[in-house]
């Protein structure tokens, strides 16, 4: 079993006037293999951030606090290093990478992840598999990375990458948003798969319960202005869908 472990993390970032804001404000939470936790909260309450934060995104600074895989320092790794000790983040907005395909960029990510190219004729099934699974069509493959990818198709991408690469954890950012009914029940299912084969760990970031019906969290944890305001089991997603979030906005003020 792997532990990922976020202690009293304080975090910046530059604005675009040069003055540093600080975001997360002391948040800590333990992450083990093969537990869901969801991040929910209010728009602008520093969810995103920590994803960035774990991601080790060049804009965020960590001012102070701690993040540990197994024990090792992730804050002194690079964002490569990350990657190659089993973290996943998929971010609220892939950037394009022209000329490169799907395919490619598959092959490239996991040789990268895992220090090895993987075997051929495996692979090519493999891939196939999971993207069937994702009812994705086999044309995808010979795409340039997220060029003119609608936002079905980037959080699906994202999955695939997910199924592939097996994270010890995966981050998942958003990935609710702007996906009808039947692309978040395959999405869905996609992580839940992901998640069952290989026991991975993940922080489900979300701002709406909707997906919480599809992938079932273990705790959950309630941010407000880059705190931690509450934490629970899956009956706090229960009671934030029938009341929201305004008693602890208004707590915050
Ligand atoms: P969430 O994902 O919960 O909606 P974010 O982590 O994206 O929240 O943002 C938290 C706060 O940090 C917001 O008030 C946002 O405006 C601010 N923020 C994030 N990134 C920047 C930035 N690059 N420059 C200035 N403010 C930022
Ligand atoms: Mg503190
Ligand atoms: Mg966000």
């Known amino acids: 079993m792997s532990t990922l472990e976020i202690r009293d993390l304080h975090v910046s970032v530059a ?35 920590l994803a960035y934060s774990i991601a080790g995104h060049p804009k965020y600074t960590v001012t ?23 973290l996943f983040l998929a971010m609220q907005y892939p950037v394009e990478v ?32 999971a993207m069937n699974d994702l009812r994705m069509k086999p044309e995808f493959a010979e795409r340039d ?23 010890r954890f995966a981050v998942l950012d ?5 996906l009808d ?18 026991d991975t760990g993940v922080l489900l970031i979300t701002h709406y ?6 992938i079932k969290p273990d705790f959950v944890h309630v941010f407000v202005d880059g705190k931690v305001a509450e934490e629970g089991g899956p009956e706090l997603a ?3 869908e029938a009341e929201g979030y305004d008693r602890f906005t208004q707590a915050a003020v």
Do not use: C
């Not at 537990?35 to 909260?41: C, N, Q």
């Not at 598959?106 to 220090?115: E, Y």
């Not at 958003?174 to 702007?178: I, Q």
């Not at 692309?183 to 869905?188: E, H, Y």
């Open 15 to 49: 604005t675009d006037d040069g003055e540093e804001k600080e975001i997360l404000k002391g948040v800590t939470l333990t992450l083990n293999s093969g537990e869901t936790h969801a991040i929910m909260g209010p728009n602008g309450s520093g969810k995103s951030t």
């Open 64 to 86: 102070s606090g701690t993040i540990t895989l197994d024990g090792e320092d992730v804050l002194a790794m690079s964002v490569d290093e990350r990657a190659r000790a089993g």
């Open 98 to 129: 022209p000329g490169v395909t799907v395919s490619n960029f598959l092959r490239t990510a996991k040789t990268a992840v895992d220090g090895e190219a993987p075997k051929l004729r495996t692979w090519v099934k493999e891939v196939k598999g």
């Open 145 to 167: 990375v997220n060029a003119g990818f609608s936002g079905g198709e980037k959080k699906r991408h994202e999955i695939l990458q997910m199924e592939l690469l097996k994270p």
């Open 174 to 178: 958003e990935t609710d948003s702007g």
């Open 181 to 198: 009914v039947d692309a978040l029940r395959i999405v869905s299912e996609g992580v839940n798969r992901a998640k069952e084969a290989n």
């Open 209 to 214: 319960t909707r997906i919480l019906n599809y």
């Open 238 to 240: 229960n009671q934030l």
